[in-house]
C-alpha cells in the first residue's frame, strides 16, 4: 500500500489551461477519431467494451459492457483534460482491459512531469509491466503491444545506451512494435516509435554495428517517420519525433531541418492536455 501513497504523492498538476480539453458528454466520441488519429485507439462505447470483456476473459473486471464503457469514457477523458492521475488509477483498476489508457498516462505525465530521473524509470518500469499484462490478455489489441513498446522505449532513454543494449531491451522495443504494425499498419505513433528505434540505434553506436547486430537502416528511419507525418500531419508528436530522428541520423548537416520540424510542432494546434505538452516542449526546444 505505501508503494502506491507514495506514487500518488508525486503526480505533478497539469501546468497549462485545460479548459478547452474537457470533452464532457457526447463531445468525447465526436472529437475521438482526431485525439485518437495518431494510436488508433477504437472508442469505447458499450459494443467495443463488451468485445473486451469476452476477449480478456478472466482477467476482464467483474463489469457488464455498460458500466466499463463509462468507466473507460471517464478515464480517457481525464486524460485528455489532463488529470494523468486519475487517468492512470481508473485504467489500472480495470486491469488489462484498461492497459492503454494507464500506460499513456503514466508514461505521458513521466516523459513530461517528473523530474527525478530515477522516479521516471520506475514509472515506465510500471507501465511496461501492465502492457505485458496486457499483451497476454488482450494479444490482438495493437496498443497491447504499442505501449509496451512505448514504456521500454522511455524506460530505455533513461539508462545508458551500453545497458539498454544489455538487457535486450532494443529487441523487445522492436518486436512489440512490428506486432503492433502487423495488427495496425496506419498507427501513426508505432511508426514514430520504430523510426527512433532505428535512428536511435544508429545515433548511439554507429551505422554499420546497429545495422549489424539490430538490423537498424536510415533509410527505415526514414520512411517510417515519413509514414507518421502522412498518417498525422497535425500531431505535434510526429513533428518533434521527425526533428529528433534528423538530429540522430546527421546532426550537423539536418540541424535546420530539425529547427523547422520543431517549428511546425510548436505551432500545432493542441487537441488535448498531451499535445499542448508536446507543443510547449517543440517551443522549449527553439528557445
Known amino acids: 500500500m505505501a508503494s502506491k501513497k507514495s506514487a500518488a504523492s508525486a503526480w505533478a498538476a497539469f501546468p497549462l489551461d485545460a479548459k478547452a480539453f ?3 458528454g457526447d463531445a468525447l466520441k465526436k472529437a475521438w477519431p482526431k485525439l485518437h488519429a495518431g494510436d488508433c485507439e477504437p472508442f469505447p462505447d458499450a459494443k467495443r467494451a463488451a468485445a473486451l470483456l469476452k476477449a480478456a476473459g478472466k482477467a476482464a473486471p467483474k463489469l457488464d459492457a455498460d458500466a466499463l464503457a463509462t468507466a473507460l469514457q471517464d478515464a480517457w477523458r481525464a486524460f485528455h483534460r489532463g488529470d494523468f492521475m486519475a487517468a492512470f488509477e481508473a485504467g489500472e483498476a480495470l486491469g ?3 492497459a492503454s489508457v494507464a500506460v499513456k498516462a503514466i508514461g505521458i505525465h513521466a516523459a513530461y512531469l517528473v523530474d527525478d530521473e530515477d522516479e521516471k524509470l520506475k514509472r515506465f518500469e510500471r507501465a511496461a509491466a501492465l502492457a505485458e499484462a496486457a499483451i497476454k490478455a488482450l494479444p490482438g489489441e495493437p496498443n497491447s503491444h504499442y505501449r509496451h513498446a512505448f514504456a521500454l522505449g522511455r524506460y530505455s532513454q533513461g539508462l545508458s545506451i551500453a545497458k539498454a543494449l544489455k538487457q535486450g531491451i532494443a529487441g523487445k522495443v522492436r518486436a512489440s512494435l512490428d506486432a503492433a504494425l502487423a495488427l495496425a499498419p496506419k498507427h501513426a505513433e508505432a511508426h ?4 527512433l528505434y532505428h535512428a536511435e540505434i544508429i545515433g548511439k553506436i554507429g551505422a554499420m554495428i546497429g545495422g549489424l547486430t539490430y538490423g537498424a537502416k536510415a533509410s527505415e528511419a526514414e520512411k517510417h517517420i ?3 507525418l502522412k498518417l498525422t500531419p ?3 508528436i510526429a513533428h518533434i519525433e521527425h526533428g529528433n530522428v534528423l538530429l540522430l541520423l546527421d546532426e550537423r548537416r539536418n540541424e535546420d531541418a530539425a529547427a523547422a520540424a520543431y517549428e511546425k510542432a510548436a505551432q500545432a494546434k493542441p487537441l488535448d492536455a498531451m499535445e499542448a ?4 516542449y517543440a517551443q522549449s526546444q527553439l528557445e
Open 96 to 98: 488489462p482491459v484498461g
Open 22 to 24: 474537457a470533452h464532457a
Open 234 to 236: 497535425a500531431s505535434p
Open 226 to 228: 515519413r509514414e507518421a
Open 192 to 195: 514514430t516509435a520504430l523510426a
Open 277 to 280: 505538452l508536446d507543443a510547449a
